[in-house]
């Protein structure tokens, strides 16, 4: 039987973990905890690339074990980018409208001074 604190040793689970923090930091649109995450993740997947094929499997196991969790992440992200379009868009139209607005402003007669 494996100890709690093992379990959690195990790059799978870490990364399971990591997969959970990380949609719940994208849905509170916690970059600083992304990044942070992002980084665990690599670290992860340095440590099982260098581990025996026996953790590597261990680790894929896991991971598959953590399907749902990966399919939300996934669509929390498809929503994220979205958006991030719609906001693009939004800020585009805006430059567009201070643009016209100023050049309409700059071209204002003042009569026959």
Known sequence: MTIG????????????E????????LIQMDSERL???ARCCSDLNREVQGSDSDTALEAAADMQASEHDLRVLERVLFET??????????HVIRLNEAAHLQAAEGKVSYGDN
């Open 18 to 25: 990591i997969v959970r923090q990380a949609t719940a930091a």
């Open 5 to 16: 604190w093992q379990e959690q040793l195990r790059p799978g689970v870490a990364l399971r």
């Open 81 to 90: 980018r979205a958006n991030l379009n719609v906001f693009t868009r939004l």
């Open 35 to 37: 990044e942070e995450l």
